[in-house]
């Protein structure tokens, strides 16, 4: 039987969450069989509750010889932590709150990269452009993203939207004041389907504010001079 490359592609890509799941199961292993289990009803285990704190939580109980009803509720009451969660995080995704949650139609063109928006305030300090690496694991990757200034003729449009309404809209949706955007932050874009004769179309799929290095050499003059800015009306 010949496995699918895309599964490969996968198992190698879950390799690095095995450094911590590894320590972990070693854990719950030892546990188990302290307490009797073999290894059937271990892993019978693992597949029925499927939280890690409930099953050592479960281990102790048997080695004190408690009742599986006591079991059964210690557990669920262990599980209710993602209830909380849940509860939560739900007024977040109601309609009325603007929703968070936004199912994103496929764009055919996703073959051909990414585009990144620098921006130090709520002005465009320079862009980055990369292809995807995820799209084709088992093909020759892509070199890395290339960086280019704010005034690069290909991302006029794209510019032009940020900062006469796109970032603004932001604002609004969010509540934010324009004066309090992160001094450097990005947006990544996919290109939209544009018919022939039409601007270029643009699809926002990703905001980050904490995680914005490396970036464009053009970021460093309007970041130094917003920080400086900043400072002095502190």
Not at 111 to 131: C, I, K, N, P, S
Request: glycine share 10%; with cysteine; net charge negative.
């Amino acid at each position: 039987m010949r496995i699918n490359k895309d599964f490969i592609a996968g198992m190698r890509g879950a390799l690095p969450i095995l450094i911590g799941v590894i320590p972990f199961a070693m854990i719950t292993g030892v546990a188990a069989v302290s307490v009797g289990l073999t290894l059937f009803e271990t892993m019978g285990m693992s597949v029925l509750v499927f939280a890690g704190a409930s099953q050592l939580v479960v281990f102790q109980l048997i080695s004190a010889g408690s009742p599986w009803i006591i079991m059964v509720l210690t557990a669920w009451v262990v599980n209710l932590r993602f209830t909380m969660y849940s509860a939560t995080l739900a007024p977040y995704f109601e309609p009325e709150a603007g929703g968070h949650l936004i199912d994103q139609a496929w764009q055919p063109r996703l073959t051909e990269g990414m585009v990144r928006a620098y921006l130090v305030g709520d002005r465009v300090a320079g862009f980055g452009q990369q292809a995807i690496n995820a799209l084709h694991p088992s093909e020759p990757q892509p070199g890395p993203r290339l960086y280019h200034g704010p005034d690069d003729a290909r991302f006029q449009g794209l510019r032009d939207r940020l900062e006469s309404a796109w970032v603004a809209q932001l604002c609004a949706c969010t509540g934010l004041a324009s004066r309090h955007l992160p001094l450097l932050w990005d947006c990544d874009f996919l290109f939209g389907g544009a018919a022939p004769g039409e601007p270029e179309h643009h699809v926002l799929c990703e905001i980050n504010v904490s995680s914005v290095s490396p970036f464009p050499p053009s970021c460093i003059a309007p970041l130094v001079g917003a920080v400086l800015r900043q400072t002095a009306t502190t």
